[in-house]
């Protein structure tokens, strides 16, 4: 019975002492990235319900418009430069992109840190953001009102097609590896069609779940395309050096870029980008 009350205390112990050094990991990662948001981010946009104002990243392409727009959501880490980088290399294409902070101003760098962007971030909350962004684009006489795509990785895959359940006016929502849904009725309620992009080894969203959805997508009746790469697992797609250097980014970044001129329309005459 001792031998037991000491083995109890030692778990406890060692419980007390690994959640004390994840929460100082998650205050030296913010401490050590403050200020990253502000040095990324050029416009604001006003909130709405009494909520704050949502701060992005936003890329125009040449030309007075009206444009098709999409709305490109970070991963779990926070807005960063990868994210910036894809966003600025689309708009070189001819549409303009808004990469918003849905962390309100933290971006990190460490698993614990960005985990607890997660937790600490309701999904009421991001909506909201993300409708604000939508709703200015919308009124945005550089936009076309009937061409926005939401899209988004890892978490900010989840983020989009979450909140395009509840926007009727997208034109599509693209999905790299983020959390999936694979119930027909509440699928059924987007409107536009769906791009999926998985790694075959992602652990995180496995061949299952994307199985999973691609059923309840057809039972919905939902347009859609779902792509998976073999030899690769999550978060495959980095920024766009990974993207050049071709492989599945590249490629996976090509497959998202013709589906989206399908889906909204071509790149402006003449444009690069990657």
Known sequence: ????????????????????????????????????????????????????????????????????????????????????????ALAERGYVVVAPDTFRGVSVDLVPSAIWNVVATPSRAIDRDLRVVVDALAADPAVDPERIVVMGFCYGGGAALHYALGDDRLAGTGVFYGTLIDDPARLARLSGPVLGIFGEEDAQIPPRAVDAFDAALGEAGVPHELHTWSGVGHAFVGGVDAIAAGGPAGEAWTTFTDWLEDVVGPPAPGAGGA
């Open 1 to 88: 019975m001792r031998l037991l009350r000491r083995l109890l205390l030692a778990a406890a112990a060692l419980a007390a002492a690994i959640v004390v050094v994840l929460a100082l990991a998650v205050v030296v990662d913010r401490a050590r990235t403050d200020g990253r948001v502000d040095a990324l981010t050029n416009v604001v946009f006003d909130g709405s319900d009494g909520g704050p104002p949502v701060r992005a990243h936003r890329a125009d392409p040449p030309g007075d418009g009206p444009h098709p727009a999409v709305v490109m959501i970070h991963e779990f880490w926070g807005l960063r430069a990868d994210v910036t980088g894809k966003a600025d």
